[in-house]
């Protein structure tokens, strides 16, 4: 009996020690609860890094939304309203036949400055956008649009013309929004600058205006764009220089 008794206890005791080892050694204890602690922070972390991903990708939305937006309203704000119409039908800022004090008007509505131009002269009224614009000599009637660089450095415009073109386009865009010419003329020097003039006949009627303003040639009525495109060796060659309508019987 006593021999049992001392067995229990030597086995209880061996037992015991070999547990406590095992724990020092860091040798894992079966737990129902810390299986779910851990599989809880496990799902916590997964948690947080979807919601990281999505939050990201709605901030890069975002971003190219807000970028996008503001480039859109940059090449916006840059486009002007058109200058002269090629039909009856289209609004436009100028037309052949406005007084001085309309064409004033016309100029502070769309916020364009005038400036003395380096030859003055009482039938023309320049602006800082490289605008001229003339009237018939002994009248007080517009009649001629002149559309040159706003740059001294390069050839820009913000005003296109009624079909898309610009200051600045090669020759091969004017020939694919307007066709071929009804004439060509060669025009400047050596000195100033070589070129080639373009004609266009623009469909406008002008009969109000001629029953104010008395032409005798009756036969070369009505309107034409001239487009000076540059023939001078250089970046220019073969660009858009200056787009010009105007009335043809006194131009």
Request: charged letters at 20%.
């Amino acid at each position: 009996m006593k021999f049992r008794k001392l067995c229990f206890i030597s086995l209880s005791a061996l037992l015991i020690f070999t547990w406590g080892c095992n724990a020092a050694n860091g040798a894992p204890v079966s737990s129902g609860t810390g299986s779910a602690v851990k599989n809880s922070s496990s799902d916590s972390v997964s948690s947080l890094d979807s919601s990281s991903v999505s939050s990201n990708a709605s901030k890069s939305a975002v971003t190219a939304d807000s970028s996008s937006n503001s480039t859109t309203a940059s090449s916006t704000s840059e486009e002007k309203g058109l200058l002269f119409a090629e039909d009856d039908h289209t609004k436009a800022i100028f037309h052949i036949g406005m007084t001085s004090e309309q064409v004033k008007k016309a100029l502070a509505e769309n916020q364009m400055q005038t400036v003395e131009n380096r030859d003055p002269s009482p039938n023309r009224i320049s602006t800082d956008h490289g605008i001229d614009l003339l009237f018939t000599l002994g009248t007080d009637l517009f009649d001629k649009i002149s559309i040159e660089s706003d740059s001294d450095t390069q050839l820009h415009s913000s005003y296109k013309t009624q079909k898309g073109l610009k200051i600045g386009d090669a020759v091969e865009t004017v020939r694919k929004l307007y066709g071929e010419p009804v004439e060509q003329a060669k025009y400047g020097d050596n000195l100033n600058g070589q070129g080639v003039a373009y004609y266009y006949d623009i469909p406008i009627n002008l009969d109000n205006y001629y029953k104010v303003q008395t032409v005798k040639n009756k036969s070369d009525r009505g309107v034409y764009l001239r487009i000076n495109i540059s023939q001078s060796k250089g970046n220019n060659y073969n660009k858009v220089v200056t787009i010009i309508y105007a009335e043809k019987a006194n131009n």
